[in-house]
């Protein structure tokens, strides 16, 4: 019955995406003026790296939200957390649909990620049970441009800030993504961590999109080694190998299935981070125990279709989660390689 119900599933999300995948790219999305900056003022790489992405992406000078965080916690405390979301809420506009939190920690509110925490509002509920269904997100492979407007949530990417120069580059990366076309693959990975691999079902069909010039490849396989035509890579596995030998294009986004991924400065499994290191531009992980729902990660093909349609990183992933309290999103929130320029 589980199968069936993914298999129907699945149909239903390539429908949506199938004609959408044979069209020209789209032109929407989110854009600077609609992006807030949130900077730590108690954390001068935080400054410094916030500085950079608002020359860099011409965000307006009204749109950046000074806080201040001390002592750089890797969690916050829900009352804390209130504070901290209502400060940052009494200095946005009205058009502000996004926000980006420019720190590396805190990055999680208890046992929900700091971005889910932001967006959704904390879910207490879930801390008792994490292995429990999520609350679900309206966003979830949702149509609207306008998340803010539409569905009263705004979005939110963390951009991580342990090496200026590292977060620098990624800058640079989402940035020039999509200057022009370029061959590329989106690869998915089957691997032997049976647990790990419950979206696998939701993997798009291999075969070739023409029009954006993308090869979906699909592999049995532990990890990829030495590509260098990557747009997409995503797997279950706890620990990802053979990083160093792959090449990430401008605009990439990578992700693996694990239960940890989001505890960017944990050492139970590995960081999110590490993907970011690798050269990708945006990824996703889960700050505490989620067990296997694929509920709880970015469904491949949900993620695929709206990247492909011209959604930039942080509405492509965000709609591509169906319960994402325990998800972290990270990395260059306006990267749109495939959006029309």
């Known amino acids: 019955m589980v199968r069936l119900l993914r298999a129907a599933l699945l ?12 069209q020209p790219v789209g032109t929407g999305g989110l854009g600077p003026e609609q992006l807030a900056i949130v900077v730590n003022d108690a954390d ?12 860099r992406r011409g965000i307006p000078a009204a749109n950046v939200v000074h806080v201040r965080i001390p002592g750089k916690p890797h969690s916050l405390e829900p009352a804390r957390f209130r504070l901290l979301k209502a400060e940052i809420d009494s200095q946005l506009g009205p058009g502000i649909q996004a926000v980006l939190m420019v720190w590396t920690a805190p990055y999680a509110v208890a046992c929900n990620s700091i971005t889910a925490a932001y967006t959704l509002g904390f879910d207490a509920a879930l801390c008792r049970d994490t292995c429990a269904a999520g609350q679900p997100s309206a966003y979830f492979n949702a149509r609207s441009r306008l998340p803010f407007a539409s569905h009263g949530m705004r979005l939110s990417m963390l951009l991580p800030t342990e090496s200026v120069a590292a977060a620098k580059a990624l800058i640079d990366r989402g940035v020039t993504g999509g200057f022009r076309p ?5 690869y998915y990975l089957t691997t032997s961590e049976a647990t790990r691999n419950s979206r696998a079902a939701f993997f798009p069909p291999a075969g070739r999109i023409e029009a954006k010039k993308l090869d979906i490849r699909r592999r049995q396989a532990e990890a990829l080694e030495n590509a260098g035509d990557i747009m997409v890579y995503q797997l279950g596995k706890a620990s990802v190998d053979k990083l160093d030998t792959l090449r ?7 992700d693996h299935l694990t239960s940890y991924g989001g505890d960017l400065l944990g050492s139970n499994q590995m960081s999110s981070l590490r993907w970011l290191e690798a050269g990708a531009t945006a990824s996703y992980g889960t700050v505490s125990e ?5 509920q709880k990660f970015p469904n491949p093909t949900v993620l695929l279709r709206h990247y492909l349609q ?10 591509s989660v169906a319960w994402p309290a325990q998800g972290l999103f990270i990395g260059e929130p306006l990267a749109a390689p495939y959006r029309r320029r």
């Open 248 to 254: 990430f294009l401008p605009g990439a986004l990578a």
């Open 290 to 294: 989620p067990c296997s729902h694929w």
């Open 11 to 22: 149909l239903l999300l390539l429908h949506g995406a199938a004609p959408a995948l044979a």
């Open 44 to 55: 001068p790489a935080s400054i410094a790296v916030a500085a950079y992405y608002r020359e």
């Open 310 to 319: 011209g959604d930039s990183a942080i509405e492509a992933y965000w709609k």
């Open 182 to 186: 370029v061959p590329a693959s989106a």
